[in-house]
Every structure is written in C-alpha cells, then in structure tokens.
C-alpha cells in the first residue's frame, strides 16, 4: 500500500511532522538509520570476531610453545650427540632444532659448530654468515668464523674476524679472560705462519693487562723467545722467576735469553739456580758451563790483571791455532796458512811488558781469534768447548766491528 501524503510528511522513526528534511524531534534524516543499523551489525560482528581472535592467537601461542618445546629437546639430544663423538647424529639433530626455531640463534650457532667440527667448512661459514647479518658483533660467530678462515688458511680473513672478536661484545663475568685467550689463539695462529712482526704487535698488547702471575709471565716469556725478541723475553722470564723462585723453566729461560742477550754473568746466576733445583735440566747445564768457559777464557774482561790477560790470549791463540787444523784447513807439508802465520807472528809479541805500551795489542790478538774461530766455524762445522766460547766472546765485544 503506498504512503498518504501525510505519511510522507512524517519522520519514519519517531513519525514526528518533517520540517525541511529533518525531524526537529529527533534531528533524523532519512536513510540514515540504514547506516546506523550497518554499524551496529559491524559492532555485533567485532565483538563477535573477539573470541575468534582469542582462541586463534592462543593455538598460535601453543604452536610456538610446543616447537620450541620440540626445539629445545632436539638440541639437548644434539648437545648430549656432540658429548658422546656423535657429530653426524648430533647434526641431524641440531637440524630439527633450528627447524622447529627458527628465531633462536643459539640453536643455528650450535647446528655452524657442528658442521665445522666436521670439516663441512663450507655449509659451517655459511650458516655463521647468516648469523652475522644479524649480530656483526657478535664476538662467538666471528671467532668461529675466524677459526674457519685459518683452517683454510685464509689469513687476511682470520685477521679480520679475530679482530671483530676482539673488539665485539662480549657479555658475562669474565670478560677480560675472554679477550686475552681470544688474542693468544691469534698469536699462536700468527707464529704458525711465521709472522713475526704481527705476533709482537699482539704480543705488546697482549702484555699490557696481562695477569701478573708466574705462569702468564713465563708464557709471555717463551712466546717473546718464539717471535724472536730476547730482550722482552727476559723480563718476563725474570719476573717469573721473582714471583716463583723454584719455578726451573721460568729460571732456565731466563738464563739462555740472557745467554743469547751476551750478558753471562747474569746467565750464569739464572743457570747456576735452575741447575740446582732440577740436576736433569740438562740444557741449562749445557749452557752454564758454555758461560763459565766463556768468562773464564775471555782475555777482553775488564777485572783482569795485565798478567791475567796475556795468559788468557796465548791460551786462546794456541787454541785458535789447533782450531785451524780441522778439515781442510790442515798445512800441506812446510806451508803454512795466513791466518797460522799471524799467529806465529803475534805470540812472540804477547807479553805484560808489550801490552803496557801497547794496549791495542790485547784487541788485536782477541780479533785473530775471533776471526779465526768465525772462519773454521763455516768449514770445519759447529765449535764446541772452548772455540764455542771463544766465539761467543768476541761476538760480545763485537770483534766483527772492529
């Protein structure tokens, strides 16, 4: 039935008179209760969806719980896999774990170990890569990957990623011990590929805050003998030897880095106590009386008496003269070498009264010496006893530069 024309004067809700399109009484235009019946609907709608989203967002909660439940066991069995020498189980395992976690990089950083602990070098960096596109500082993944880089013999890259794990960030208590057994796996890398000048500058830096103990310094002490820097050695060797007075390796090394420093009085007494305390350290031993031969034959000390000095170089002159009959040095028949007969000619000469008024006498029969010993040492082989020390001594005096 159509509306009257007063129906369609009035307000379809409140059926209030219209007044130019609005109800006064209710201020409703038409049509416009469609649209709130349409928000409304929506409202119901919403409200609704709630316990929809609830439950939905409650299974994906218990999903994620239960993979990373299943996560955590698969790594645990990887871990135990790891323990037992299992490294093929415990990669299967590990790679459930990163399956079920995604998110949890302790599990892929577990699962890189692995591979590399089986030379899967390859799969190993890249796995660790991926991790480092999220934690460049991470000092554990650039260790490893550092680690990986030697094994390949790659040192530019190990250089690289040891110093990012140096310099990354480190977390927990020990965080300076961390550091320094990173730097010493570097210096131990650096001397395997005989980098010397690398080593020390590691080294230098490394002994800075190291801890004053007798076995951090006796290990800084034969690390400096290895990057062939005696001088740094001996303080340390000497400082362990301080703080450990019975400790024979810290003293024997104090002994032989003095020994090659040419300072054999202070040999000596390093020498003298590690031979001591400990009668089968037959290297010090050695080396000790190598230093008593040397400062009881040596005619350039300075303590000497001028009678002491002439006895000690004709005593080295006529070593040096037998020195000169090994190999092929030996005279054919009457004829006799050069340097024999500078000798013959020098002897004659050695005498209290001669050296009196003449003083570079002294060093000019302790250089015939030297350069004697020197020379026989290239033909006749490796001196011993008495020419060893010989030599040595004018090494010390710098005979060659004179």
Not at 75 to 91: F, S, T
Not at 146 to 172: E, K, S
Not at 209 to 214: G, I, K, L, M, V
Not at 378 to 394: F, H, R, Y
Request: aromatic share 4%; charged share 25%; proline share 4%.
């Amino acid at each position: 039935m159509n509306d009257s024309p007063a129906d369609r004067d009035r307000c379809p809700t409140c059926k209030g008179p219209l007044s130019g399109g609005s109800c006064p009484s209710c201020t409703a235009v038409p049509g416009v209760q469609i649209i709130r019946r349409e928000i409304v609907l929506l409202v119901i709608i919403a409200v609704a969806a709630v316990p929809t989203y609830m439950v939905t967002r409650r299974a994906a909660d218990l999903n994620r719980q239960r993979n990373a439940h299943i996560a955590a066991y698969w790594y645990r069995q990887g871990e135990r896999q790891l323990r037992e020498g299992k490294p093929e189980a415990a990669i299967a395992s590990l790679r459930e774990a990163t399956t079920n976690d995604h998110d949890d990089r302790g599990f892929a950083f577990a699962l890189a170990q692995a591979l590399g602990a089986t030379n899967r070098d390859d799969e190993a960096r890249l796995a660790l890569l991926r991790l480092r596109e999220s934690a460049p500082e991470s000092p554990q993944i650039n260790l490893q990957l550092a680690r990986l880089a030697a094994r390949d013999h790659d040192m530019q890259d190990a250089l690289r990623y040891y110093h990012h794990a140096l310099y990354g960030l480190w977390t927990g208590e020990k965080v300076d011990e961390q550091r320094r057994q990173v730097r010493l796996e570097l210096i131990h890398l650096l001397l395997n590929h005989k980098d010397r000048s690398r080593a020390l500058a590691e080294l230098m830096a490394f002994s800075t805050d190291a801890p004053r103990t007798a076995s951090v310094q006796l290990e800084l002490g034969q690390l400096y003998v290895e990057a062939g820097d005696a001088s740094n050695a001996l303080q340390h060797f000497a400082q362990a030897a301080q703080m450990d007075t019975r400790n024979v390796a810290a003293l024997s090394g104090a002994g032989e880095t003095s020994f090659q420093l040419g300072d054999y009085k202070t040999a000596e007494g390093y020498l003298s106590r590690a031979t001591a305390l400990d009668r089968s350290a037959t290297r010090a031993a050695q080396l000790l009386e190598t230093t008593q031969l040397i400062q009881s034959s040596d005619p350039l000390e300075s303590h000497l008496s001028r009678l002491e000095q002439v006895q000690r170089l004709r005593a080295a002159l006529d070593q040096s003269a037998s020195r000169l009959q090994c190999g092929g040095n030996a005279p054919i028949g009457p004829v006799k070498s050069p340097l024999q007969l500078e000798i013959d000619a020098l002897l004659p000469k050695v005498t209290p009264e001669n050296l009196r008024e003449d003083p570079e006498l002294l060093a000019a029969g302790a250089d015939l010496v030297f350069k004697i010993e020197e020379t026989t040492s290239q033909t006749c082989g490796k001196p011993m006893g008495l020419d060893e020390a010989l030599l040595l001594a004018g090494r010390k005096h710098g005979a060659t530069e004179r």
